[in-house]
């Protein structure tokens, strides 16, 4: 089955710089790898997602990059916030059964003033 | 408001008592999900159900039991069987199970067997 690893666990930084998350997944088949911010106490919400045809994806402050074949994406937040504060887990669709999402282990992103 | 619930937030059970948590979503979603969520590991599926009537086991499905019986809801029990049941429950929902579609989470419910 499908095998997503996340780095790093926790991540640092001050408020305007940027921070960037990297996953790698273990099926090539995989298709399609969505971002989840996840805040204390609370369900996993989507923030960008990206799908094997495309290389990047931009959303305002949020970018996703894809390396099909080094089996590779990232997530890349610029000029930080303090509200961008929250774990962020990325995931990958594998293939045999469509619906099976698979998680990276997350992050922990503190923004700091 | 559309939207997924789940209820209650919190719930405590004595060990060896089965456990039952509600989903529910009125987003009209085909495609209904239950994951468990521990201190420091991803989300890991116990059940999913693509369909009313259907469902099929996760990767961790050992200890629990689901029913599909209406579209909007998707009811998860923790039976004595599992093992170690303390933890985050997340229920999600997707318009279809394939092709990489939004799953949208509920709120969860943490449960704590005492």
């Known amino acids: 089955g499908e095998n997503v690893e996340q780095h790093p666990s926790t991540l640092s930084v001050q408020e305007g710089d940027s921070a960037v998350i990297k996953c790698t997944y273990s099926?090539?088949?995989?298709?399609?790898f969505p971002w989840y911010k996840q805040e204390l106490g609370k369900g996993p919400q989507l923030i960008i997602d990206i799908r094997s045809n495309v290389g990047e994806k931009k959303d305002q402050r949020i970018a996703v990059t894809l390396n099909k074949t080094a089996k590779h994406f990232s997530l890349h937040i610029t000029e930080t916030q303090p509200e961008d504060s929250a774990v962020y887990f990325c995931?990958?669709?594998?293939?045999?059964?469509?619906?099976?999402?698979?998680f990276g282990t997350g992050t922990r992103l503190q923004v700091t003033l | 408001d559309g939207g997924i619930t789940q209820s209650p937030k919190y719930l405590f059970r004595k060990e060896g008592q089965n456990v039952t948590l509600s989903c529910e979503q009125n987003?009209?979603?085909?495609?209904m999900y239950w994951y468990r969520q521990d201190p420091g590991q991803g989300l890991r599926l116990i059940y999913y159900s693509q369909i009313v009537n259907d469902f099929q086991k996760g990767d961790i499905a050992e200890g629990y039991s689901v029913s599909r019986e209406k579209k909007e809801s998707f009811p998860l029990t923790v039976t004595s069987a599992q093992k170690n049941p303390t933890a985050f429950y997340l229920c999600a929902s997707s318009i279809g199970g394939g092709a990489g579609n939004e799953q949208f989470f509920g709120p969860g419910t943490r449960l704590t067997v005492l």
């Open positions: 995931a990958a669709l594998g293939t045999g059964t469509a619906s099976k999402l698979t």
């Open positions: 987003l009209n979603h085909d495609a």
């Open positions: 099926d090539s088949a995989s298709n399609y």
